[in-house]
């Protein structure tokens, strides 16, 4: 899989460990950058072109990071076609979490979810709330769920992407 790669200053050194990781994986990395350690680089410089790699389809899924992921991946949704999850940390559900009601002590359940209920392309991690480790985890994870294809979570994504 052909995979975009960003991130600003908060995440430079964790984007560097992901790309290694993702390639001995099998998988194809692009990394739009920074291709150097600036604190004062601007995140949009960096995630819009990977989004729009994305968007395009020069891309399959697209991983960012930034210091909390919220900012990267508002400036990646800004793109049709693009749906960008963000990750903060592992977490368990308070209340049921599918359509059966049942409840998932899986703290990795969200990144499920992501990808099974919202088709997510793209997925954003908060660099100074996720550990490597997790990250690993969390993109593991979440490149391996797929699609759950039900046509109530088709008929979601084509008002997000405007098909309908």
């Not at 460990?17 to 600036?38: D, I, M, R, W």
């Not at 693009?82 to 903060?88: E, G």
Request: glycine share 8%.
């Amino acid at each position: 899989m052909n995979i975009a790669l960003a991130t600003d200053h908060a995440g430079f050194e964790q984007l560097k460990e992901l790309q290694v990781y993702l390639e001995s994986a099998g998988h194809t990395c692009k990394n739009f950058g920074p291709g150097s350690l600036n604190p004062d680089d601007d995140y949009p410089d960096f995630i819009m072109p990977a989004a729009k790699s994305v968007a395009a389809g020069d891309c399959q899924m697209g991983v960012i990071l930034g210091g909390s992921g919220q900012g990267e991946a508002m400036a990646a949704n800004r793109f049709k076609g693009v749906r960008c999850a963000v990750f903060y940390g592992p977490v368990v559900a308070r209340r049921p979490v599918d359509v059966e009601g049942d409840i998932s002590h899986d703290p990795y359940e969200i990144v499920r979810l992501e990808r099974r209920h919202n088709d997510a392309n793209m997925l954003s991690l908060a660099a100074r709330f996720v550990s490597l480790e997790d990250m690993k985890q969390v993109i593991k994870l979440w490149l391996e769920t797929p699609f759950s294809d039900e046509e109530r979570h088709q008929r979601r994504i084509a008002k997000l992407d405007g098909l309908n």
